[in-house]
């Protein structure tokens, strides 16, 4: 099985592809290529379109991981498409959609770097988003919060993608320490998401090319999720 091409990661940007039917399994669709992002990491799945060599345009309601991690499977609002191996498609995710979850990803990020505490779970919406923290004795407040994100996103640093070996990550305890997300283990390479002169971690989603894309937001709520535990939600202004 050879990995999909996931042109996502070249060039978060690209809105349509031209992309060829690799396998079908009812309603589910894989291409040898795709711009669509799968549900991982906390960021939903792309929604779009694709249209078939008959012309006829079909919805993709949702994308996901196949069987493995390099396998990406769309899934479309009918069996009854007609699409077989073979047949090329015109691909184009809801832009809309997918930039709102670039926009909020990147602002998850910033979050984590004002929050220096271990992040224990999360969500990326297109009009709200959050985070949990393992807060301790660290604290946090909703307007302090909202000041110093929307500054950092003011201050227009750019986000570079990059990968890192398992074996310089050994090499770099304090480097882990300072991630906020464990990176993943026994799955080759890790991509890696540095907003510059802010944060580094590890991380497969989309992402902005430069903060002050995000636009203004607010901490709208900290929840309290047990003893140590707080949920902060954040949406866009
Ligand atoms: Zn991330």
């Known amino acids: ?19 060829t039917v690799l396998a079908v399994n009812g309603d589910w669709i894989e291409l040898d290529q795709t711009i669509f992002y799968p549900l991982g990491g906390g960021q939903p799945g792309d929604t779009g379109v694709m249209t078939g060599p008959d012309g006829k345009t079909h919805k993709v309601l949702d994308t996901r991981k196949g069987d493995s991690s390099e ?10 498409h007609g699409l077989a191996p073979g047949d090329p498609v015109e691909t184009a995710i809801d832009w ?37 923290f393992d807060l301790g004795e660290h604290q946090i407040d909703k307007v302090d919060l909202t000041t110093r994100i929307n500054a950092l996103i003011a201050e227009a640093h750019p986000v570079v993608f990059g990968t890192i070996t398992e074996a310089e990550l050994d ?10 997300v ?6 080759g390479d890790i991509r890696t998401v540095r907003v510059e002169g802010v944060d580094f ?4 989603g989309t992402h902005v090319n430069n903060t002050s894309e995000i636009g203004a937001v607010r901490v709208s709520k900290i929840e309290n999720k047990g003893k140590r535990n707080r949920r902060v939600h954040l949406v866009f202004e």
């Open 1 to 19: 099985m050879t990995p999909v091409r996931r042109n996502y990661y070249d060039d978060s940007y690209q809105r349509t592809l031209a992309a």
């Open 71 to 80: 396998q990406v499977k769309h899934q479309l609002d009918t069996q009854d």
């Open 96 to 132: 809309e959609r997918r930039y709102r979850h670039m926009r909020m990803h990147t602002c998850m990020h910033l979050l984590g770097a004002l929050i220096p505490v271990p992040v224990t779970g999360g969500a990326v919406g297109a009009e709200k988003s959050r985070l949990d």
């Open 171 to 180: 090499e770099q305890p304090e480097l882990v320490r300072t991630m906020s």
């Open 182 to 187: 464990q990176p993943p283990r026994g799955a």
């Open 201 to 204: 971690q590890p991380c497969g």
